[in-house]
Each structure stands twice: as C-alpha cells, then as structure tokens.
C-alpha cells in the first residue's frame, strides 16, 4: 500500500496534541508518516510530541518533527510539511481536529482503483463531542468552491504529485486560508472522487482555534484576488476552458464579496445593525 503523509502545523497545543495523535493512530490504513511542523511554540507542545513519539513507536506510522525557531504561520508550516513529505497522498489536518478511522483508507482505495488526483468526503462540526453541524461535498463542487464553498481543510486527500512543485498554500493570506488552496486544488485536478461519509471533523471549543493564533482575523481581498489570477496565468494551458470560467467566476465572487462588505459598513456606521440585518433577512427571504 502507498504511504500517506499527514501534515499537522501545530502552534501552543500542549493541551490537546496527544489526543489528536491519538486519534490519528486509530486510523485503520497504514503506512502512515505524521508530519508535525512546529511553528515555535512557547509551551510543551514540543516535549509532548516527543515523549508520544517515545512512548507510542510504530514501524508503520511514523511521527517527524520539524521546528519553526520563528513563528512563521500555518501557511508557511504546511508549504514545509509538503517539501519534506515522502508519501504519494498528502492529508491536510489542524491540530484540534480529527479524522474517522475509516477516511483515509476509502480515499486511497477509490484513488488507487481510478488512478485519481483527488479524493473529498464530508465533513461535521463537533463541540463538546456532540454534532452541531454537517456539511455535505456532494453535488458539482466546482460551482459551489466558485461561490465560496469551503471544501474544508482535512476532507479531501490530495495526490503529491499534484501540489508538490506546482501549488504552495499563500503565506500572505492570514485568514481561511484552505479556501484560497483547496479552490486551487481542485481547478489544477480538473476531477475529483466524490465518497460521501462525514469522515472529517472540525472540533470547535472555547480556547483559540489554528486560525485564531497567528494573526487578527481581517478580509484580504485583493490579495485572495492576485493569489487566483496567478494561479490561472500559472497554469492556464493545464486547465480546460470550462475550469478557467469556473476560476474567473471565483474571482468575481470575491469581489461580490468585497462590495457587500464595505456595503455593510456603511449601513451599519449611517442607518445602525438593525437595518442592516432587516436588509439582510428581506435579501435571504428572496
């Protein structure tokens, strides 16, 4: 069976990492290498990966610890887990979530059979180990990513050849970041395998979430704007015409986005929050 590599970028999880490697090890597909890129903790995150390392030793899934001496972001830590990765697929995942042990195993096995780029299952919100929230990736997720679908950082498991040496997730974008990747993703692979089960969770608890501990969480607009017209001047004689409209119809859907924004400022700061909610209820109910 081809090897999996499982990139975690972790910033001050002292508190939870044995339980995410613990929960990784439950994974039923093996052989596994766990990619942990430190982003300079100042806690004992570091000395709790080791002592796992120490204590949990298996020819099969295997842990490597990288360490940032500067705090560098996520980004930045992904972009590192990905040069140093050997395995064919890459599996993306936050420190506070978790994969169902049967995930990978059923996006290798449907990749392997289709000799696929792309596999995505679908994914829950888990708070206080009850369901809040499922979210399904089914229907044509070229359209739904192109109006600001988030696919979900862990949910899809990515060929390596397909990103390595081609994509880098953008270190200047601070904020939902996956969106930006994953949209990339998907338009480079022209074609997905689509496994239904909610096989991908997104823990949602009261300490900081990964997003919430590099940066102030604030829209980047143009930046997400030049980040997808680099990518279709990059690749525009890989990606068929119908997937360069979906991409181009990406970008208008940011720049909506970036109108109803600043559209929303102004009604809030002259008219207050309660007319812009009524406006936004009476848009909704049409």
């Not at 679908?122 to 499922?134: E, G, W």
């Amino acid at each position: 069976m081809p090897l999996v590599s499982i990139i975690i970028p972790i910033f001050n999880r002292e508190e939870i990492i044995e339980k995410t490697l613990k929960k990784l090890r439950e994974q039923i597909y093996r052989p596994l290498e766990v990619i942990i890129v430190d982003d300079a903790s100042t806690d004992k995150t570091v000395q709790k990966i080791n002592k796992f390392i120490q204590n949990f030793h298996e020819e099969k899934f295997k842990i490597n610890l990288y360490i940032n001496e500067v705090n560098k972001g996520g980004c930045y830590s992904r972009n590192y887990g990905i040069l140093h990765s050997k395995g064919k697929y890459i599996q993306f995942l936050d420190s506070d979530d978790f994969l169902n042990p049967i995930k990978i195993s059923d996006q290798v096995t449907s990749l392997e059979k289709s000799k696929g780029f792309l596999a995505v299952s679908d994914y829950q919100y888990i708070k206080n180990d009850q369901i809040i929230k499922k979210c399904r990736n089914d229907g044509n997720l070229f359209k739904r990513v192109s109006l600001g679908w988030s696919i979900y950082t862990s949910s899809p498991l990515i060929k390596a050849a397909l990103i390595k040496n081609n994509l880098k997730w953008n270190e200047k974008i601070l904020f939902l970041q996956d969106k930006d990747f994953l949209f990339k993703v998907l338009m480079l692979a022209g074609k997905y395998n689509y496994i239904p089960g909610f096989t991908s969770n997104y823990v949602q608890h009261d300490n900081n979430q990964i997003s919430d501990l590099y940066k102030i969480k604030k829209p980047q607009f143009f930046t997400i704007i030049l980040s997808r017209l680099n990518f279709i001047v990059s690749f525009f004689f890989k990606l068929n015409f119908k997937i360069i409209l979906y991409s181009l119809l990406g970008i208008l859907q940011i720049l909506i986005e970036f109108n109803f924004y600043y559209l929303k400022k102004f009604i809030i700061i002259f008219f207050g929050e309660k007319i812009f909610f009524k406006i936004k209820k009476i848009i909704r109910n049409n």
